[in-house]
């Protein structure tokens, strides 16, 4: 399979918005978003693998 490794021009733009909003987080505030974004990640491939293992 080929999967995409470029973001849509959508994707960019929520990066860039992003990346303007953590400028201002504190070094713990950064931590607890690193960790949840993390977290929430695990979550999709978790979900993912189960759609996967349904589709099979």
């Known amino acids: 399979m080929d999967f ?3 973001l ?5 733009f929520n990066l860039k918005m992003y990346q303007e909003q953590v400028k201002s987080l504190s070094y713990e505030e950064s931590q607890e978003f690193l960790l949840e ?10 979900i993912l693998k189960h759609v996967m293992k349904q589709v099979s």
């Open 8 to 12: 849509t021009l959508e994707q960019k």
């Open 37 to 46: 974004v993390l977290r929430q990640l695990m979550v999709k491939d978790n």
């Open 4 to 6: 995409p490794m470029e």
